[in-house]
């Protein structure tokens, strides 16, 4: 393994800890609101905070963006770290087991490494660029279907901001019509990386944040699948909107989004 990866996963497991022992008393949590539907627990703070110390110690210049405490750090640096310390914030305060810990590393803007970690499941989902993508060390593949009306598709719901329902609902109409089903399990880096490692064959979702996608999109183009905001282009780490899937199906699902796309409801 990339030293470099080997200190994410030791910072994820770190998280996973702290994760999983708050994960047995769930109504003891204090949750605060940060806007609507934003829920923070000090799971999340003290997850986050964990990961940001193993990190520092073994790479104090890489820069940091996390969700809860924002950019720090190495402003310069060409390396970046984008942290979700706990992704499904809102399962894991409901008891629902699906949320995980979301590492990645940008160099210059290039997704280089990843973690997901689902503590749950003690699946550890890793990549490194031009080495592949691994569960628990065991290489992944994106699925092969290639049919639309066989295939299972990922996808969140917009549930904090509504600027996008009408179009998301439209597309949702759509999507419903070509496929096989529908998920919505909760969290979105775990969503991607089920896609890198077949368990669903595309996801897409609007409104995301870079450590929503940060590691999950590496992992899902190093299991072979393909990766891009809503017309296929690169630019999903800035718009928030991202689709992913299996090279046969990504073009497909693409196909499905663009006659929703307008000024409203950019790619
Ligand atoms: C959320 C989850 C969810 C997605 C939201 C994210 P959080 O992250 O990934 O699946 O639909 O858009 O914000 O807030 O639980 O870290
Ligand atoms: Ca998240
Ligand atoms: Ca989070």
């Not at 910072?11 to 609101?33: E, F, H, T, W, Y």
């Not at 997850?47 to 193993?54: C, L, R, S, T």
């Not at 595309?202 to 450590?211: A, I, K, Q, V």
Request: proline fraction near 4%; include cysteine.
């Amino acid at each position: 393994m990339h030293p470099t990866l080997n200190i994410a996963v030791k910072a994820a497991r770190r998280a996973g800890q702290i994760i999983n022992r708050a994960s047995l008393d769930v109504d003891k949590l204090k949750v605060s609101v940060k806007q609507q539907s934003d829920f923070v627990t000090e799971v999340d703070k003290a997850a986050e905070a964990a990961i940001i110390e193993v990190l520092r110690e073994a790479y104090p210049a890489y820069g940091i963006l996390a969700e809860e405490s924002g950019l720090s750090g190495g402003d310069s640096s060409e390396y970046q770290w984008i942290i979700d310390p706990l992704d499904g914030t809102t399962n894991f305060i409901h008891g629902v087991p699906q949320y995980a810990v979301s590492i990645g590393l940008a160099h210059k803007g290039v997704m280089t490494q990843a973690v997901v970690y689902d503590t749950n499941r003690n699946e550890i989902f890793t990549a490194s660029k031009g080495g592949g993508a691994f569960v628990n060390d065991k290489r992944i593949r994106v699925a092969k279907r290639d049919k639309l009306d066989q295939a299972l598709i990922g996808t969140g719901f917009p549930y904090r901001m509504f600027d996008h329902i009408d179009a998301y609902l439209d597309i949702f109409k759509d999507m419903a019509r070509k496929t096989a089903g529908m998920r919505r399990p909760g969290a979105a880096s775990l969503d991607l990386a089920w896609v890198a490692c077949g368990r669903m064959d595309g996801f897409w979702e609007l409104g995301l944040s870079p450590w929503d996608m940060a590691a999950g999109s590496l992992l899902i183009t190093e299991a072979g699948g393909l990766v891009g905001d809503l017309s296929g282009e690169a630019n999903y780490m800035q718009t928030g909107n991202i689709v992913g899937g299996n090279p046969k199906l990504f073009g497909q699902l693409l196909q499905i989004i663009a006659p929703h796309l307008n000024a409203k409801l950019p790619a």
